[in-house]
Structures are given as C-alpha cells and as structure tokens.
C-alpha cells in the first residue's frame, strides 16, 4: 500500500504489558484496505515485556507507524502523549487489545464524506464470536 501524503486518521494505540495482542492490533491498522492516509502512534506507556522492543521493530518494518516510549503513567496520559503526537485530521484510539476488521478506515471515510458537518464520529461496538470469525 503506497503512503499518501495526507494524514487523515491518527490512530493513537496506548500500550501497555500486552506482547500476545499487540502484533494482531498492530497489523490491523497497517493491513487497512484504502489509501495509506493514517499514522498509527503506539505510545509504549513504560511497558514490562517485550512490548518496547516490539514498537520498535513495527516503527521500523511498518510505514506509517511511529513509537514513543514514555514512564508509566496510565491509560489517559499515554493517550494524550498520542494526542500531541497526532498530525490527522480525525483522532482514533484503538486498544492494544483489540484489531479492527480490513475495511474500517474504508467505511469510516464514506460515512465521514456522507456527512462532512461531523465534528466527532463513534463506531459501533462489534464483538467477535472466535468461532465464527470476523467479516
């Protein structure tokens, strides 16, 4: 996927002692169907494991993917430290915890260019059954 030159989405991903998560969350954003108009900012939040190393190696394999490092501080600083991070026009938080499905940037774009009055936009919540999968 070729990178745009526009940002239109900074998706900010707090981290935190999540090393058996945090490369599905991660591919996630990086496999996104559409244009490559996102940065995604991991905020290591003084990660315990291997989550420091990991942000790293994605910052480096993955364009578009940035990491800062910081002390722990909790959910809410590490999101902020994303904030001030954040080049897009449209801020996302996404837990490290969790993936999106391939085309959510794709249809996050068309109901955003549906309604070009939004100042603020929330996604439906959708669980996963495991032994289903995810469309």
Known sequence: MERTGNITFSVIVPVYNVQAYLSAC???????????????????DGSADACPAMCDAFAQLCPGVTVIHRSNGGLAAARNTGIKAAKGKWLLFLDSDDYWPPHMLEKL??????????????????????SQGMD
């Not at 070009?116 to 936009?121: E, S, T």
């Open 109 to 130: 774009r068309a109901a955003l260019a549906a309604a070009p009055g939004y100042r603020w936009y929330v996604c439906r919540y959708l669980e996963q059954d495991e």
């Open 26 to 44: 991660v591919k996630s954003v990086v496999e996104q169907a559409g244009p490559a108009d996102w940065e995604c900012i991991l905020v290591d």
